[in-house]
């Protein structure tokens, strides 16, 4: 949701992205001797509208959007 800049009560540079989550998303990890697993249920998106990033101290970023039809909204988890 993107407000007027009136009513923004942040510095320009903050994010004007909702960082909830929305309802019908989930995130999971399962954890193996070998291998760990992210499983990401981000529905309104295809594989190609998803994006996992790592920063330096170990964060990983899920970022998705869509352009479609009926696409997905901008999510972060």
Known sequence: MILPRES??????DSFLCHAQS???CIAVETF???NRLIV????????HIMI???KNHTLH???DSWE??????SAL
């Open 62 to 64: 899920v970022v998705a």
């Open 33 to 35: 001797m070998s291998e």
């Open 41 to 48: 249920w981000l529905p309104g998106f295809m594989g190609n």
């Open 8 to 13: 923004r009560k942040c510095a320009p540079h």
């Open 69 to 74: 039809p009926q696409g997905g909204k901008l």
């Open 53 to 55: 990033a790592t920063r």
């Open 23 to 25: 309802p019908d998303t």
